[in-house]
């Protein structure tokens, strides 16, 4: 017996651009991510004219700055659906599949948690850049055996099935908003 858990629910992509450690080591070459960081190290946190300057450089130079830092998804707001089939046979006319009620319905407890909760480096860094992509997203676990409901959990924005985290599968990006750290204070 094998089974497939498949679940869809909101979910959030963050990139981030924050003083990667050893920045300013003397022996790194001084290039435009260098300067950049400089920039926003030196930025007064009550000047929004020139935190807007630049987000807007960094949002333009999405490549060069921002990379995949984190990703988390709702637990409160998944479906979950369950195809089982008997002794491995996949065809379609063996595969039983159900629909399971959501044991993460709980907003309070489950909910997409905060881009601060998720990257150490907003709080700890000098400065830290994010822009987080909000969206939808199909996670999925292949497993052996019968499935067991008690082993599929929600853990900081993850879903796992008996401690292993389940595969994303795609998903659409459907707006975004940025954010801008000093200190671990958000000024923007």
Not at 177 to 184: E, I, M
């Amino acid at each position: 017996m094998s089974f497939t858990i498949s679940i869809k629910s909101e979910c959030i992509d963050i990139d981030a651009f924050y003083p990667y450690e050893g920045w300013n080591d003397p022996e790194v070459e001084i290039d435009e991510q260098y300067k950049m960081i400089e920039k926003c190290i030196a930025v007064c946190p009550r000047n929004t004219p020139e935190i807007e300057e630049l987000i807007e450089m960094m949002v333009e130079a999405e490549d060069e700055y921002l990379e995949g830092a984190e990703s988390a998804v709702s637990g409160s707001y998944a479906s979950i659906e369950v195809d089982e089939h008997p002794d491995g046979d996949f065809r379609l006319s063996s595969i039983k599949s159900r629909s399971i009620e959501n044991p993460f319905a709980d907003d309070e407890k489950y909910d997409v948690p905060d881009p601060e909760d998720l990257i150490p480096e907003i709080i700890k860094s000098k400065f830290c850049f994010i822009k987080v992509w909000e969206g939808s997203g199909e996670f999925s676990y292949e497993g052996e055996g019968e499935f067991n409901l008690s082993k599929l959990t929600w853990k900081k924005g993850q879903f796992l099935y008996d401690g292993q985290e389940l595969m994303s599968g795609g998903g659409d990006r459907i707006s975004s908003y940025t954010r801008f750290y000093k200190d671990g204070e958000e000024v923007y």
